[in-house]
Structure formats: C-alpha cells, structure tokens
C-alpha cells in the first residue's frame, strides 16, 4: 500500500466509493468522472505502480482482472460495444495500475 495513493486510499476503505467488486486481488468501482455510461475501474489491490511493472509473477492476478472485466462485460450487457483502457505514464493520473471498462 501506497499511503499517498488514491487508489491504495479507496481500497484501505479510508475514501468512501461505490463498489462494483472486491475480492482479495481487485477492487472495481465507477470513475468519479465518467467519460461513458458505464465507465468502472478495474484496479488491483496490490499497488503496483505501471503496466511497465507487470513481470511473470504477475501473469495469475492479470488473468483473474481479465476474467472480472469479462464478467462485468456481461453482466452490464456491454457485449454490443466497449472498450477497455491502460493509461500510463503522463495519461495516468493515478499511478496505480488500472483498467476502465468504459461502455453504453
């Protein structure tokens, strides 16, 4: 945990936010400034700062948040359009790994 990250901040339950899932391995909830109808991050609990951080060891919790954005994909019917997003670098305003599943 990173105690000057957002993320990190949301996950420890100190900034309050709607929770879409959680489990022992990611959080998913709705982006504070949807750029779509449904537009939910998808962040690992563990703080790891950039997808250029991703190793092997890594490889098991990015198929389980592969295999969470599928569900959410059809459990919010997002089959006929969606989109999903890395930002890195300076198009990351939180740097803390994440996702959005954005979609009508």
């Keep these: 945990m990173n105690k000057n990250c957002t ?3 949301i996950i420890a339950e100190e900034i309050p936010t709607e929770l879409v ?3 022992e391995d990611i959080f998913v909830f709705h982006d ?9 991050l998808v ?7 950039t ?11 990015l198929t389980k948040i592969i ?3 599928q569900r959410l994909v059809k459990e ?3 089959e006929g359009g969606y989109r999903v997003i890395i930002n890195g670098g300076r ?3 939180v740097e803390h790994l994440h996702f959005h599943l954005l979609g009508d």
């Design 76 to 78: 919010k019917k997002l």
């Design 7 to 9: 993320f990190c901040k």
């Design 91 to 93: 198009h990351q305003e």
């Design 21 to 23: 899932h959680k489990d």
């Design 51 to 61: 997808f250029l951080d991703l190793n092997d060891k890594r490889f098991p919790l």
């Design 43 to 49: 962040v690992p609990r563990e703080h790891i700062k």
């Design 32 to 40: 504070i400034n949807p750029k779509a109808p449904v537009h939910l």
């Design 67 to 69: 295999k969470v954005v």
